[in-house]
């Protein structure tokens, strides 16, 4: 846990919304897409394409 903390730390994202965004997000993510919650990929859910919707 603490590796995790300090990655996202080191990438200038806050431990806690990426860990909370991630928790909520890991269970409906394919396997093939994990990658992007890693926190060098991460964006908040927020500001995913698929609720950038027009």
């Not at 994202?13 to 992007?36: C, G, S, Y």
Request: zero cysteines; a negative charge.
């Amino acid at each position: 846990m603490a590796t995790l903390i300090m990655t996202a730390r080191l990438d200038d994202i806050d431990p806690k919304a990426w860990l909370a965004d991630v928790f909520a997000r890991i269970a409906d993510l394919p396997q093939n897409r994990l990658r992007e919650l890693l926190p060098w990929n991460w964006t908040p859910s927020a500001q995913t394409p698929s609720t950038q919707e027009a």
